[in-house]
């Protein structure tokens, strides 16, 4: 499994290089879940992460096709590696594939070596947006790279208190078996990485663990390093 961790500035980028980390993910946690921080922000990290991926998300997503089309470009000309979309306020089908069609046009016509992330939410219900189980099947037609599962609502509620290891097995094994890679995140602790190893999704997402247990805190070296090492760990 990758380890992605997601900074908000460079000086917390340098640190997840320097512990281990294999993405660097650009977000702005005041903007929600999926937040988007600014393209000089994108740039910066990138110039600071040398050889490691970076990563930025550009938004918890209501359906606005074009406007997220344009955000998407706007993260893969600043230099992301992987450009993420939450698909926070989409109900139906049809208006998924709508977004993500265009967002991979965007992006794929850029640069097809970009890698296009589409996000749902392991607290679908509670937030009113599309299952993420739906995901892999319409994120194949509309040609994204990786399904992703994250929590729409930082309260300190986990993906596993939202779903189960059988139901977050089933994802990962739905997205492999329509060609895509997956990610997992949502408040994962170090206790969660035994059953995430058994899951085994592509990668595992993460801010608030590798700060201590509050995200609004800042990401410490020695943590990233210890969940490098509890991942690697056989």
């Given at each position: 499994?990758?380890?992605?961790?997601?900074?908000?500035?460079?000086?917390?980028?340098?640190?997840?290089?320097?512990?281990?980390?294999?993405?660097?993910?650009?977000?702005?946690?005041?903007?929600g879940s999926l937040g988007a921080n600014f393209p000089?922000?994108?740039?910066?990290?990138?110039?600071?992460?040398?050889?490691?991926?970076?990563?930025?998300?550009?938004?918890?997503?209501?359906?606005?096709?074009?406007?997220?089309?344009?955000?998407?470009?706007?993260?893969?000309?600043?230099?992301?590696?992987?450009?993420?979309?939450?698909?926070?306020?989409?109900?139906?089908?049809?208006?998924?594939?709508?977004?993500?069609?265009?967002?991979?046009?965007?992006?794929?016509?850029?640069?097809?070596?970009?890698?296009?992330?589409?996000?749902?939410?392991?607290?679908?219900?509670?937030?009113?947006?599309?299952?993420?189980?739906?995901?892999?099947?319409?994120?194949?037609?509309?040609?994204?790279?990786?399904?992703?599962?994250?929590?729409?609502?930082?309260?300190?509620?986990?993906?596993?208190?939202?779903?189960?290891?059988?139901?977050?097995?089933?994802?990962?094994?739905?997205?492999?078996?329509?060609?895509?890679?997956?990610?997992?995140?949502?408040?994962?602790?170090?206790?969660?990485?035994?059953?995430?190893?058994?899951?085994?999704?592509?990668?595992?997402?993460?801010?608030?663990?590798?700060?201590?247990?509050?995200?609004?805190?800042?990401?410490?070296?020695?943590?990233?390093?210890?969940?490098?090492?509890?991942?690697?760990?056989?």
């Amino acid at each position: 499994m990758k380890l992605l961790v997601s900074p908000i500035n460079v000086e917390e980028a340098n640190i997840c290089k320097l512990g281990g980390a294999d993405i660097i993910d650009v977000k702005n946690p005041k903007e929600g879940s999926l937040g988007a921080n600014f393209p000089w922000m994108i740039k910066a990290v990138k110039n600071a992460a040398g050889t490691i991926q970076v990563s930025a998300t550009i938004g918890d997503f209501n359906y606005k096709p074009g406007t997220a089309s344009l955000a998407a470009l706007g993260a893969a000309v600043a230099g992301a590696d992987y450009i993420k979309v939450g698909l926070y306020d989409i109900q139906t089908r049809e208006q998924a594939m709508e977004m993500l069609t265009n967002i991979v046009r965007s992006v794929k016509e850029y640069d097809r070596n970009k890698i296009v992330v589409a996000s749902g939410y392991s607290d679908y219900k509670r937030i009113n947006s599309i299952s993420p189980f739906e995901l892999p099947e319409i994120g194949e037609a509309a040609g994204v790279d990786i399904v992703m599962m994250d929590t729409g609502i930082k309260d300190g509620r986990s993906t596993f208190e939202f779903l189960n290891n059988e139901e977050l097995k089933e994802f990962v094994t739905s997205a492999r078996d329509h060609g895509l890679k997956s990610a997992l995140a949502g408040t994962i602790k170090f206790e969660d990485i035994p059953s995430l190893k058994i899951i085994s999704p592509d990668i595992i997402g993460v801010r608030g663990c590798v700060c201590g247990g509050d995200r609004n805190s800042s990401i410490r070296k020695e943590l990233v390093t210890k969940l490098r090492n509890e991942i690697n760990k056989k």
